[in-house]
């Protein structure tokens, strides 16, 4: 079992930045890729960023250029640096860790942009 801890949400005015964290700890070998979704009300979760153990990114289009995800293997985090947030960004994110065949998610954070 892997077990992923967010931190970092919060309220935020448009224009504005946040630094959300993600934590691995557990069983944590073999885990290969990380990274954010997100589930605004009303809608499908969403894929934010991504990245690979070797580093490699994707990002949504709509946050490319505004978001910078981050990960460090020897300490098991995964980062999602956010600037520029709009109102539109508002949602609840998701850490997630790929090990193997099996997803592991992390219990949500808020992040609400007010205009």
């Known amino acids: 079992q892997v077990q992923l801890v967010e931190s970092g949400g919060g309220l935020v005015q448009a224009g504005g930045s946040l630094r959300l964290s993600c934590a691995a700890s557990?069983?944590?070998?073999?885990?290969?890729?990380m990274g954010w979704y997100r589930q605004a009300p009303g809608k499908q979760r969403e894929l934010v960023a991504a990245?690979?153990?070797?580093?490699?990114?994707n990002y949504a289009d709509s946050v490319k250029g505004r978001f910078t995800i981050s990960r460090d293997n020897t300490k098991n985090t995964v980062d999602l640096q956010m600037n520029s947030l709009k109102p539109e960004d508002t949602a609840v994110y998701y850490c997630?860790?790929?090990?193997?065949?099996?997803?592991?998610w992390g219990q949500g954070t808020q992040v609400t942009v007010s205009s």
């Open positions: 997630f860790a790929d090990q193997l065949a099996k997803r592991y």
């Open positions: 990245i690979l153990s070797g580093g490699l990114t």
């Open positions: 557990g069983n944590i070998f073999s885990i290969n890729r």
